[in-house]
């Protein structure tokens, strides 16, 4: 099968992380979690104390971000230092969303997305992919699920990582960031137009996988 450029957009908890991960170990694929480097970003910003957009800007054009897929989950450094099981704490949670509506900030990390999809072969989940990032991937789905659901499923997650947060709390913080993600003016979280939409709501992760591999397998056969 060809080596495809697969974009999975869609709103906090939809399941496009793990659906990602299984598509890219199915396929033999890299895995690029973009939310993963805004979440890096924002985490340096609080620890540095900086928040202005220029300040919070100049420290992305200026730090060395790498990512590195391994097979649990995407690493990523910043200058030199690990910091992947740092990312998904709720102070970050907190403030990504306003960190990542930076245009200069976004401009950076499009760059780096960019040069990491120049190969193919690459699952990209994020916000912005099938719309701003690879308008021209070859499978675009926009993956979404009810809140009640996506909310639900981080609780679980929180739960096993026993990081002590109601499911209401998670509930209102995706609600806020859903809000803010798609009404900000850069890159705004949007259904591309040529994106195939998928509520998992009701499906496994195993299923929502199988969906998009059968897609993939329609995209090669068009494509020949
Ligand atoms: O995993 P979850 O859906 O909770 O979030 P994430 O994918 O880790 O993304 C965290 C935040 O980064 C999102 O709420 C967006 O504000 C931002 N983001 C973005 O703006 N553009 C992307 N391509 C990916 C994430
Ligand atoms: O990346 P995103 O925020 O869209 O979601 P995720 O972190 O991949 O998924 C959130 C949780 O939902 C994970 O614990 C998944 O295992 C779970 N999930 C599920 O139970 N059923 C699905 N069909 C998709 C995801």
């Known amino acids: 099968m060809k080596k495809l450029v697969i974009a999975i957009d869609g709103p906090a908890g939809a399941g496009k992380s793990s659906v990602a991960k299984v598509l890219a ?3 033999s694929y890299t895995y690029l979690d973009t939310g993963a480097m805004y979440r890096a970003i924002t985490y340096e910003a609080l620890r540095r104390g900086v928040s202005d957009e220029a ?3 100049a420290m992305a054009e200026t730090l060395t971000m790498d990512i590195f897929p391994k097979t649990d989950t995407m690493h990523v450094t910043v200058d030199g230092e690990d910091i992947t099981d740092k990312l998904r704490g709720t102070d970050v949670s907190q403030h990504v ?3 990542a509506s930076m245009a200069g900030v976004r401009a950076v990390m499009v760059k780096l997305q960019r040069e990491k999809a120049l190969k193919g072969g690459i699952v990209l989940d994020g916000r912005d992919i099938g719309t701003v990032v690879l308008p021209q991937a070859d499978v675009k789905i ?5 809140v009640k659901n996506r909310a639900l499923r981080r609780f679980h997650e929180m739960k096993d990582n026993s990081e002590s947060i109601s499911l209401e709390d998670i509930e209102k913080n995706i609600q806020e960031r859903d809000w ?3 009404h900000r003016s850069v890159s705004p979280l949007k259904q591309a137009k040529d994106a195939i939409l998928i509520d998992n709501s009701d499906m496994t992760l195993e299923g929502t996988a199988d969906a998009i ?3 993939c397998k329609l995209t090669c ?3 020949n």
């Open 221 to 223: 056969d068009e494509s």
């Open 213 to 215: 591999i059968e897609i």
């Open 180 to 182: 803010q993600d798609s």
């Open 142 to 146: 926009f993956l979404t699920a009810s």
């Open 55 to 57: 300040a919070v800007t």
């Open 25 to 27: 170990k199915r396929l």
């Open 97 to 99: 969303s306003k960190i």
